[in-house]
C-alpha cells in the first residue's frame, strides 16, 4: 500500500450485514433448488449465481484487508465469504497478491500468444475461461494443494506460465492455514448438506450456473488491455444494479490503481479515471479468441500492493 495514500473508510457493518444475508439467502436457495428436479435446479441456479458474485466481491475485499479494520476479523469474514465459493480465504489472498503484481505479464497473458505457442491448449485454456470450466479447477486444486502441495514443485507446474509463480508464495505463507480452511470448509458443506437435505446433483447444476457467470466476467476487464501491471484494465460500463452486485468491481481499473480502497469508494474516484467501456462490447469481443502478442510481458511487481 501506497503509505501516502489517503484512507477510505471500511464500512465493516455493512459488510457483515451483507456476508450474513448472502450465506442465509444462498443456504434457503440451495435448499429451494434441492426440491425439484435438475431443470428447477437450473432455474433457481441464475439467481444463486448472481448472489454468489457479490460473494466472490466480499472475499475479494477481504483480500486487500477491506472487509473490517481489525486483521483478524478481516480474515474470519474471509474464511466465511470463502465457504461459498468454495476457496479457503488464505489461498485466494495470496493467488490474487499474485494477479496484483503480475497482471498483464507472461504468467497472465491468455488473451494473447507468441509465435511457437501450442494454439490447442491457448484455444482451450481461452474457451475454457469464457465457458465456466475454469470455476472447477478452484476447489479441485485447493484440495491438491492441501493434500500434496509439492505437485507444486513438479515440471509441469514449474514450467507452466499461469503457474509458475505460485510455489515461492505458498510457501512462504504456509499450507498449515490452508489445510485448516478446507477442513472447516468440509464441516460447513457437511452440515449443510446434510441439515437441509441438499442433492448434490442439484447443487452442482446450481454451481454450473455460477461457474459461467463468474468465469466470463474474471477476464473482462483485463482481455486486450495495455501490457502494464497497473493501468492493464477496464473501467466497465455495466447496469447500476450490476454495479452494486459486483460491489462496484466494474471498476477495475481504479481498482488496480488505487488497491487499497473498499469497494464504496470506487465508483467516487472512477469520475476522475478513464471513461468506463462498454461491458457488453468487451465481452463480445473476447468470443473473437486471443491476439497475437505486439507488446513485451512488463516486469513483475515484487512489492504487496496492498494492505495485506
Given at each position: 500500500m501506497d503509505e501516502d495514500a489517503p484512507l477510505a473508510p471500511i464500512h465493516r457493518r455493512?459488510?457483515?450485514?451483507?456476508?450474513?444475508?448472502?450465506?442465509?439467502?444462498?443456504?434457503?436457495?440451495?435448499w429451494v433448488g434441492s426440491g425439484g428436479g435438475l431443470l428447477w435446479a437450473f432455474a433457481v441456479g441464475i439467481p444463486f449465481s448472481f448472489l454468489l458474485l457479490t460473494n466472490?466481491?466480499?472475499i475479494h475485499e477481504g483480500t486487500h484487508d477491506n472487509l473490517h479494520p481489525d486483521a483478524r476479523w478481516n480474515r474470519w469474514l474471509g474464511v466465511i465469504s470463502g465457504f461459498l465459493f468454495p476457496v479457503p480465504f488464505s489461498m485466494?489472498?495470496?493467488?490474487h497478491t499474485v494477479h496484483h503484481c503480475c497482471n498483464r505479464t507472461d504468467h497472465e497473458m491468455f488473451d494473447q500468444y507468441y509465435e511457437g505457442d501450442s494454439m490447442f491448449l491457448k484455444l482451450g485454456q481461452w474457451y475454457g475461461l469464457l465457458t465456466g470450466f475454469f470455476w472447477p479447477w478452484i476447489p479441485?486444486?485447493?484440495v491438491?494443494?492441501?493434500?500434496?502441495p509439492g505437485v507444486l514443485k513438479?515440471?509441469?507446474f514449474r514450467k507452466a506460465r499461469t503457474t509458475a509463480v505460485l510455489f515461492d508464495d505458498f510457501e512462504r505463507h504456509g499450507i498449515a492455514r490452508i489445510r485448516v480452511e478446507v477442513?472447516?470448509?468440509?464441516?460447513?458443506?457437511?452440515?449443510?448438506?446434510?441439515?437441509?437435505?441438499?442433492?448434490?446433483?442439484?447443487?452442482?447444476?446450481?454451481?454450473?450456473?455460477?461457474?459461467?457467470n463468474w468465469s466470463t466476467r474474471q477476464y473482462v476487464t483485463h482481455a486486450f488491455t495495455p501490457r502494464d501491471v497497473i493501468n492493464g484494465a477496464l473501467n466497465l460500463k455495466v447496469s447500476r444494479p450490476m454495479s452494486w452486485l459486483l460491489l462496484k468491481g466494474n471498476w477495475d481499473l481504479v481498482h488496480h490503481q488505487k488497491p487499497w480502497l473498499p469497494w464504496t469508494s470506487l465508483e467516487a474516484h472512477g469520475r476522475d479515471s478513464v471513461p468506463p467501456v462498454s461491458y457488453y462490447r468487451q465481452y463480445l469481443r473476447m468470443w473473437?479468441?486471443?491476439?497475437?502478442?505486439?507488446?513485451?510481458?512488463?516486469?513483475?511487481?515484487?512489492?504487496?500492493?496492498?494492505?495485506?
Open positions: 455493512l459488510n457483515i450485514a451483507l456476508i450474513v444475508a448472502i450465506v442465509t439467502l444462498a443456504a434457503v436457495l440451495l466472490y466481491a466480499l485466494i489472498r495470496v493467488t479441485i486444486g485447493t491438491l494443494l492441501a493434500t500434496f513438479t515440471a509441469p477442513g472447516l470448509m468440509l464441516l460447513f458443506w457437511g452440515t449443510l448438506g446434510w441439515a437441509l437435505d441438499l442433492r448434490w446433483q442439484n447443487v452442482m447444476v446450481m454451481y454450473a450456473c455460477f461457474a459461467f473473437a479468441g486471443p491476439r497475437p502478442a505486439t507488446e513485451p510481458s512488463p516486469a513483475r511487481l515484487i512489492a504487496t500492493p496492498t494492505a495485506g
